[in-house]
């Protein structure tokens, strides 16, 4: 032992000496006369009107939106209204995009292409394969994310989501998680992997860990998407007319409400196992209501949620085409490459109430949740040999509406069971790239990474399983 | 220069012009702004007003859980602003309220800038009480004044202040208001046009003072850099272990180096 570390070991141990000698109180003391001196400032500063004047409407807010019996109610009933403004309000600039991506810039690139005399796998890949999948991108997630997204903001911004953190927190508690997992969780309906990084505010790791492998069950910004439109699609056009929009977005909020109960029902299962321990206390400040600011809303959503979420499925869908159009394309033995992975995995997808293409689907989509129906409706274009504009397999006609869009899968075999599967299975599968390597910086663990991953996805495999089972018992078909 | 100018540099009519926004430029810079205060006070939005940059706000406790770096030029003189995670004590030690500690402590901002919330001051004063202890250069930003209007609670800053011992500034972040007076304190205090005469905590015990001063004493004989070495003494005295490895191992006595890494967390 060097000079220096006898010096700092002596630190230590008068200080450990001296402990002795303050007496155990000692923290206790402390924050007193903290408290006192802070007491004693505020009251010389602050005037505060007698109790009568104050504004009391936010605490009977408060008391509904947190109640035992009116909270959850509530809480259905906002998200409720919200899913329906958006797939109410998605229909018509979806058609408007679409019809101007792929039915005016696309036959435009198609002529240009063939008057500069591009090689035909060229311009497959370029045009047929990039330029679709991104106009694809684009014109099915735009529209619901520019309703949903400002929403979203608003209830935020408003002070809503804490609320709901608050009505949460008591089953998270029971369950063995932190409270504060109902936090994190709220976050992860935005982005999984800042849910992920939220989970920071837990101090300890066990309930870290557990909040960090249940964020994947809140449904995330690139997820939602593909829960409108297959729920507008299947479950929907499964209603009458007049209540197509009413049990599309009700079945939005069952997928959603199903997320947090499987991860209510794994913090239990971890917590009880693996991740045994109990639960610690923490405090939750409501914060007050402000009044929401709709202008700055709507830019910062519009810019950083809407923008950006757009732009990384853009960056993931291009190469995407790419991959989708050359595994269309590029032949063994006079089959394409997708058909016969479609064709291999069929059978067992069938088991699952799923198809082929959807699994073919989620593995080039492993990168972002965001591109699964893009690359859904591209395969099963490819899949089923229908060609519409220009020539070769793995290319999309134009699509008008969300009509199309159901012609083009119902073509493709898909009943109301692969739907709802589907909107299951996108719940339980594995967190998109960006989620996992943020676990794995989080947890700095491979095996609790691999973990994280891999759960959802058997836990998909599994309740799809026993869904399809149930349906063709019951539904035969 | 000629005359003129300069007399306009020091109008504070001019001080919104001599504002620019640097986002994430922070290549070289003469001072560094620390950020703190309660969860959901509002340090984020005052962190993109004067950075320009778009850091994520929420009516959300908790919303930053890393510290965001970002740069403005007021006055000629080049900032750093480091957004910390929002705490209500320096005191704990979950992971969020440590970046807050350790970067007060040991990344020696020049300027700890408090936002504090103007609704609940008592509480948010727990949190300024102890900052002072470890800082002397504090500018307290008293924010969402607008709310505390909206609750007919009245605060005379000037009282507060001169309790304080530091400038108190009434702002709305929100909307932008009193961000000219924030900036023209931290510039002061910055540049020591201000000197800040801190509140210190009164403790009654006698047997605390004493073990305080014995430690503190001994610390600076090891550690000669250490900025606040009464605080230090306090954690080793509550038996605080990352404090205690910080000893065991030397890295109390590096000045933590402030530009370790530009952390922007982009939550969508």
């Known amino acids: 032992m060097n000079n220096e570390q006898k010096n700092r070991e002596s630190i230590l141990s008068t200080a450990n000496n001296l402990r002795w000698e303050i007496g155990e109180h000692f923290h206790d003391?402390?924050?007193?006369?903290?408290?006192?001196?802070?007491?004693?400032?505020?009251?010389r500063a602050v005037t505060i009107p007698s109790e009568k004047a104050t504004v009391s409407w936010e605490k009977t807010v408060d008391k509904i939106l947190t109640s035992?019996?009116?909270?959850?109610?509530?809480?259905?009933?906002?998200?409720?209204v919200v899913f329906w403004l958006t797939i109410e309000g998605a229909n018509v600039p979806s058609a408007l995009i679409a019809s101007f991506l792929l039915d005016t810039i696309h036959p435009a690139l198609k002529s240009l292409s063939s008057f500069i005399g591009m090689p035909f796998w060229l311009d497959g890949v370029l045009i047929d394969g990039a330029y679709l999948a991104m106009a694809w991108v684009v014109s099915v997630m735009l529209p619901p994310m520019m309703i949903f997204f400002p929403l979203f903001t608003l209830l935020e911004d408003f002070g809503y989501l804490p609320r709901v953190s608050f009505n949460m927190d008591n089953l998270y508690r029971r369950v063995g998680a932190h409270g504060k997992q109902a936090l994190t969780m709220a976050m992860g309906f935005g982005c999984n992997a800042a849910g992920v990084v939220a989970t920071r505010v837990i101090d300890s790791p066990r309930e870290k860990l557990i909040a960090i492998i249940t964020n994947n069950f809140s449904l995330c910004n690139g997820r939602w998407p593909t829960q409108i439109l297959i729920a507008t699609i299947f479950i929907g056009a499964a209603a009458p007319a007049y209540l197509a929009g009413i049990v599309s977005a009700a079945a939005v909020v069952f997928i959603a409400v199903l997320g947090i109960v499987f991860s209510l029902v794994v913090s239990w299962g971890l917590s009880k196992s693996v991740l045994k321990g109990e639960a610690s206390a923490f405090s939750l400040e409501l914060p007050p209501y402000r009044p929401p600011r709709i202008l700055r809303t709507l830019y910062t959503s519009l810019i950083d949620r809407t923008i950006f979420v757009l732009w990384r499925a853009i960056v993931f869908a291009i190469p995407a085409g790419v991959v989708i159009w050359l595994v269309g394309n590029v032949a063994v033995e006079g089959e394409s490459i997708a058909n016969i992975f479609i064709n291999w995995i069929n059978p067992f997808a069938f088991i699952l109430g799923l198809n082929g293409v959807i699994f073919l689907a989620y593995i080039i989509a492993i990168p972002a949740n965001e591109i699964v129906i893009p690359s859904i409706l591209m395969l099963t274009v490819a899949n089923l040999g229908l060609a519409g504009v220009g020539a070769g397999s793995g290319v999309m006609f134009e699509l008008d509406s969300v009509a199309d869009t159901a012609n083009i899968l119902n073509a493709g075999g898909w009943t109301l069971l692969t739907g709802i599967n589907l909107m299951i299975f996108s719940l339980l599968h594995n967190p998109c790239s960006t989620t996992i390597y943020t676990i794995y910086k989080e947890t700095k663990s491979v095996k609790w990474t691999l973990i994280s991953s891999f759960l959802p996805i058997a836990m998909g495999l599994i309740v799809t399983f026993f869904v399809a089972q149930i349906w063709r018992i019951f539904a035969g078909s | 220069m000629n005359i003129n100018s300069s007399n306009c540099e020091t109008c504070p009519v001019h001080n919104t012009g001599n504002l620019k926004r640097l986002g994430i430029d922070m290549s070289s810079f003469d001072f560094v702004v620390a950020l703190a205060g309660n969860p959901n006070t509002g340090k984020s939005t005052v962190f993109n007003n004067l950075t320009g940059l778009k850091q994520h706000t929420g009516n959300w406790p908790g919303k930053t859980v890393t510290r965001?770096?970002?740069?403005?030029?007021?006055?000629?003189?080049?900032?750093?602003?480091?957004?910390?995670?929002?705490?209500?004590?320096?005191?704990?030690?979950s992971t969020d309220e440590e970046v807050a500690r350790d970067f007060i402590l040991f990344g020696q901002p020049d300027v700890t800038v408090v936002v504090v919330d103007a609704t609940r001051l008592e509480r948010n004063l727990n949190l300024v009480l102890q900052i002072l202890e470890i800082t002397d250069r504090v500018v307290l930003c008293l924010n969402l004044m607008d709310e505390a209007e909206r609750h007919q609670i009245k605060i005379d800053e000037r009282i507060l202040s001169k309790d304080l011992g530091v400038p108190v500034i009434p702002a709305v972040a929100r909307y932008n208001k009193g961000?000219?007076?924030?900036?023209?304190?931290?510039?002061?205090?910055?540049?020591?046009?201000?000197?800040?005469?801190?509140?210190?905590?009164?403790?009654?015990?006698?047997?605390?003072?004493?073990?305080?001063?014995?430690?503190?004493?001994?610390?600076?004989?090891?550690?000669?850099?250490?900025?606040?070495?009464?605080?230090?003494?306090?954690?080793?005295?509550?038996?605080?272990?990352?404090?205690?490895?910080?000893?065991?191992?030397?890295?109390?006595?590096?000045?933590?180096?402030?530009?370790?890494?530009?952390?922007?967390?982009?939550?969508?």
Request: with cysteine.
């Open chain 1, 29 to 43: 003391t402390l924050m007193e006369s903290i408290y006192l001196n802070a007491s004693d400032i505020s009251k």
């Open chain 1, 68 to 80: 035992r019996y009116t909270g959850f109610p509530i809480m259905f009933l906002i998200l409720g």
């Open chain 2, 68 to 93: 965001a770096e970002g740069g403005f030029e007021f006055n000629g003189s080049k900032y750093k602003l480091v957004d910390l995670p929002g705490t209500y004590s320096l005191l704990s030690t």
């Open chain 2, 179 to 268: 961000m000219n007076e924030l900036l023209n304190s931290i510039y002061e205090v910055a540049t020591g046009k201000y000197i800040c005469k801190p509140y210190r905590l009164k403790s009654k015990s006698r047997e605390l003072n004493f073990a305080v001063e014995k430690l503190s004493k001994m610390l600076r004989e090891e550690f000669p850099n250490l900025p606040n070495a009464k605080w230090v003494a306090l954690r080793l005295l509550e038996g605080d272990q990352s404090i205690i490895d910080s000893i065991r191992n030397g890295e109390l006595g590096k000045i933590y180096s402030s530009d370790q890494k530009i952390e922007l967390v982009t939550v969508v």
